[in-house]
């Protein structure tokens, strides 16, 4: 069964005209390290709750989305034991007690491999969603996010994730510059800073759409509605060489 094309999303700053078989959703570092208490988000002192209000729609975009048939990315922040691919200004950055590659409660912090550095149970992949392992904010640097994109024929981006304001906003300035048209699910990406947030999604949608579109999931799964189904295949890790 095909999927339509040209589905219209009401959004900012006008509406947002996709074609399923060319758009992936793309859920950015909804990781344990970053939205579970006890991890390396809650122990800079931020407040996970502001992220966890992200879940309960996103587990609604993903459930349509993978109904649908869309290709479906994730990515997850985290480094090489060894941390080679950590660079110092990274590294200790802050000046607080607590850094990447250090034990935490969920394990070494932002290491590959570790349990908090892996995906929320709630947005756990499945078979045939490839999931893109990054050492930096956007997931273009030094991953294959961007040769898998051409690979499938993706054209349009589907945003989710954490946070708005840096791996989120990083990834959709790395998909505008590189021709890709992008969609912020508003209320399925989030800020530890409730005005980051609020500013971050004005920036994507100003002067007619500098970045991309921003609507609410329930816009987005109204539109989504009209697309049929389709089927996947084997969970791919991808991870930089």
Same mark, same amino acid.
């Given at each position: ?16 005209t ?6 992936a ?15 390396f ?98 997931? %273009?640097?030094?991953? /294959?996010?961007?040769? #898998?994109?051409?690979?499938? @024929? !993706?054209?349009?981006? =589907? ?6 304001e ?29 005005? %980051?947030?609020?500013? /971050?999604?004005?920036? #994507?949608?100003?002067?007619? @759409? !500098?970045?991309?579109? =921003? ?11 009209t ?15």
């Amino acid at each position: 069964m095909t999927t339509p094309a040209a589905i219209s999303v009401d959004a900012r700053p006008y509406e947002f005209t996709f074609d399923p078989a060319t758009t992936a959703l793309v859920i950015i570092d909804m990781q344990r390290d970053f939205l579970e208490p006890g991890g390396f988000g809650e122990s800079l002192g931020n407040d996970v709750s502001q992220l966890r209000s992200t879940i309960k729609p996103l587990e609604a975009v993903l459930a349509a989305t993978r109904a649908a048939g869309l290709e479906v990315i994730h990515t997850r922040e985290g480094h090489l034991p060894d941390l080679s691919d950590c660079p110092p200004s990274k590294l200790t950055r802050g000046r607080g007690d607590t850094h990447i590659g250090d034990p935490g409660p969920k394990g070494r912090i932002l290491i590959r491999g570790e349990y908090g550095q892996d995906i929320i149970d709630e947005l756990a992949p499945i078979d045939g969603e490839i999931v893109i392992d990054k050492p930096g904010k956007g997931a %273009f640097y030094a991953t /294959a996010f961007g040769d #898998v994109l051409i690979e499938k @024929g !993706i054209k349009s981006l =589907v945003v989710a994730g954490v946070t708005t304001e840096v791996c989120v906003h990083t990834t959709v300035r790395e998909a505008n510059d590189r021709g890709y048209e992008c969609l912020v699910l508003a209320d399925c990406v989030g800020s530890y800073f409730p005005e %980051f947030q609020r500013v /971050a999604l004005e920036m #994507v949608a100003a002067q007619g @759409g !500098i970045f991309g579109w =921003v609507a609410g999931s329930t816009d987005f799964l109204a539109a989504l509605a009209t697309a049929a189904p389709a089927t996947a295949s084997a969970t791919t890790v991808l991870q930089p060489s």
